[in-house]
């Protein structure tokens, strides 16, 4: 038997045992006390080679840093955002920790628990902040990804990082997470969406951001979406969701939708003419972005919306400094500055916001709070809302949404167009009802893209008054 092969030798003042491996090459594990241990250790891992289950722990020598950079990253077919995600958590996390670490030392799972736990409860030295415990499980995930690739390819044996079944206070957290996460998420009625985007373009100061709040609470468009959408893909009556815009390391890249959800939708006639006027006031606009060798990364396409310089929205800056003031009516803290209520003028209603030094001082009034917690991730949750509550046909639903219709639901069920103008007509009663609504708070606005829309409400009120004041003075 190729077993009795097997022997042991002292090296130092240790024992060592010899085997053939399945190629005939002579072996050795070492560090043995004992001839006797160090015997059953070669013996038993010639048994491993006879049954099929040994591993050679020498194809394990590269480091990780080494297999990530030369084989496992340029293997990966990765859409553009999420390289660059994996590739900010590795030189961030993975690689700090174990990057100068042979693959085939990494054999603990108690170690990588130990570094996940460590990620959201040690602060970093860089910023003095932890991790969320969501940011270090997609660090404790990037590494498992990379680990069960390195297992298949033969050089570990076990994959230390995979994510077992929850133990211990892990149950209670994840229950917590998930009772959390039950809990209702704010979304925006049409009523809500309106004054939201009325107070957005006031703290913008232009009509812009009036438009773009609107457009995304009918539309349900994500963020990088409605960033990203170009002024040729407005037409009369749909909206064509081709691509979105993401934020790379400061830059914006031209990618398609989020799980490649490219589709057409169908808009009311209201939104249809809110935007064709604002695509004939901005009249052709390129953004900001360099062209110093050629095309920017965002492909220079004319895009419906852009900041007041001319460069793309960025998600954190709209939503901390124009949706949120909006919604909740307070400024979110700025250091040595506390959360503090947005100042505004008494007149004209909703008031207009006071800026500039002292501005808390010289302030009249403060807004109340619309839709508290809200994002601009509301209006999604909003439009999605809208159409559960009208009985959409839920194909439509998930088109619009940007949704895989699952099951045999999505093989066999189509649009009805008589359920596409029903939509249609949803969307219009409910934008009429807030304009309503919206003229009983006052009959001007100070937006001046709103107050137009609320002159017809107006002249409609003289002219039912009008009739009444001449019977009075009939005699």
Known sequence: MPRSQCFAEKRGGKWRGRYPDADGRMRSTSGYPTKAKALQAARNQRAQIEAGTWHDQRKGEITLAEYVDQRWLPAQQLAF?????????????????????????????????AWEIALYSTPRPQKGRTLSKTSARTARKVLSFILSDAQAAGLMFVNPAVIRRKRGTAIADAR??????????????????????????LLAGRDEEFIEIVTLHYTGMRWGEVVGLGEPDIRPNSIRIWWQLAEVNGVFVRIPPKFGSRRTIDIAPFLSSLLAAHLRLIG????????????????????????????????SGFATWIFKPAATGWYPPKRPYPAHPVPVTAEPWPGVPVRGRGNQTRGQACWLPILPGASPHSCR????????????????????????????????????????????????RDWQVSLETRFALSTHSPVTVLDGLLAPLRERVAQQRTPCASREATP
């Open 81 to 113: 955002n999420t390289r660059a995600q994996y590739r900010s958590v590795l030189k961030q996390h993975i690689l700090p920790a174990f990057g100068d670490r042979p693959l085939n030392t990494l054999d603990s799972p108690e170690e990588i628990s």
């Open 284 to 315: 052709g606009r390129d953004c900001s972005c360099l062209r110093s060798g050629g095309s920017p990364s965002c492909e220079g396409t004319r895009y419906a919306f852009l900041g007041r310089e001319g460069e793309h929205q960025r998600r």
């Open 176 to 201: 917590a997470a998930a009772a959390e996460a039950a809990e209702e998420k704010p979304w925006t009625t049409a009523l809500q969406a309106l004054l939201i985007a009325e107070r957005a373009a």
């Open 381 to 428: 949750h909003g439009r999605q809302t809208c159409m559960d509550r009208n009985g959409i046909q839920k194909i439509l639903r998930d088109l619009v949404m940007g949704h895989r219709t699952a099951g045999m639901e999505g093989v066999y069920a189509h649009v009805a167009p008589e359920t596409r103008a029903a939509l249609i007509s949803t969307d219009e």
